[in-house]
């Protein structure tokens, strides 16, 4: 009569695989359950796609020193700025749309609001800045830029008709 220690290493060789098995099974059951429930959606992933494509273009010019170190690094965090902000409106709104996103660093603020921009320290999230662009949050990549959403035509169309309904008696 065999002891249940020798069973026990009978058994042992042909239940281990069946154990590993089912292990590997639920692990990649649960993994696909967390990609069905992932918030980035073919417009996101195809902006993604378009930033990593960007960071590409950066990369070779550098390596055919096209481009100042500087260059390279500056470009680089807006474009990893730009990628951060897109997750994070993608997983807070839960909406396969992102809006023009645009990064600028405090010195180029000018380049999107003119001779006149506004002091970076005092914009607030959520504020929009001439009807144009929304103020969405900064983001630090090896440097600090500032995230603005190009509005749309509709939301320039509809702040201009309540400014001037608001100025008029």
Do not use: C
Not at 50 to 70: F, I, M, P, T
Not at 73 to 86: E, G
């Amino acid at each position: 009569m065999a002891t249940p220690k020798g069973r026990f290493s009978t058994f042992l060789p042909a239940f281990l695989p069946a154990v590993l098995l089912a292990t590997f099974l639920s692990v990649s059951a649960s993994q696909l359950v967390s990609y069905s429930d992932d918030p980035l959606r073919p417009v996101v992933r195809a902006y993604l796609g378009y930033l990593k494509n960007e960071q590409e273009v950066v990369d070779d010019r550098v390596s055919r020193r096209e481009v100042s170190a500087h260059y390279y690094r500056h470009n680089s965090n807006r474009i990893k700025a730009l990628r951060q902000m897109a997750i994070r409106l993608a997983r807070e709104t839960h909406n396969d749309y992102l809006p023009e996103l645009e990064a600028v660093s405090a010195d180029e603020m000018g380049l999107l609001f003119g001779s006149s921009p506004p002091v970076a320290a005092k914009l607030k999230n959520g504020e929009v800045l001439r009807n144009t662009f929304r103020f969405l949050g900064v983001v630090r990549t090896g440097e600090t830029f500032y995230l603005f959403a190009r509005l749309d035509p509709y939301e320039q169309a509809e702040l201009t008709e309540k400014a001037s309904a608001v100025r008029r008696p």
